[in-house]
């Protein structure tokens, strides 16, 4: 319930679309990764919801691996999409980490690649720790999904 009352006051001024509850484990990164695909399809252009779940896949990833979330038996990651000001909104919520917080890092053999990814493709994302643990945050452009065009 915390992680789901301290979404609920940072989504205050956008249009919550919808958050679900993801065990901490690395099988629900797909199932974040197709939630958030089946959701967004038809409000959102393609080349949008590609981005987003790319991007989700990043930032979940990271939260089941390096947050205590993911070191928890029972652990879990809060996703929450939305839209506002022309923008998609995704955040992802994890109980934190005593030894770390998220960053860019360089990318190494091990990985590293994640928030890079991030950092390149969203429009625009931060990281921050609340009283439920970590927060990611990204946004990238609200398109309108592609109208078919006639058939040849």
């Known amino acids: 319930m915390g992680l789901h009352r301290a979404a609920s006051l940072r989504w205050s001024a956008l249009r919550l679309l919808a958050h679900a509850e993801f065990s901490a484990v690395p099988g629900s990164v797909a ?19 590609d981005d987003l779940v790319l991007l989700l896949s990043e930032v979940v990833t ?17 996703v929450c999409l939305g839209f506002g000001g022309g923008l998609v909104h995704v955040e992802v919520i994890d109980d934190g980490s005593a030894t770390s917080v998220p960053f860019v890092r360089a990318a190494d053999s091990d990985g ?12 625009g994302w ?25 058939s040849l």
């Open 31 to 49: 199932t974040a990764r197709q939630w958030a695909r089946e959701l967004l399809t038809g409000t959102a252009s393609d080349a949008t919801v």
């Open 62 to 78: 990271n939260a089941v691996v390096h947050s205590d979330s993911g070191r928890a038996p029972g652990g879990s990651v809060m």
């Open 112 to 123: 590293g690649r994640g928030l890079l990814l991030v950092d390149l493709i969203a429009t």
């Open 126 to 150: 931060g990281a921050c720790r609340d009283a439920t643990g970590n927060v990611v945050w990204f946004h990238l452009p609200a398109a309108a999904p592609e109208k078919p065009g006639p």
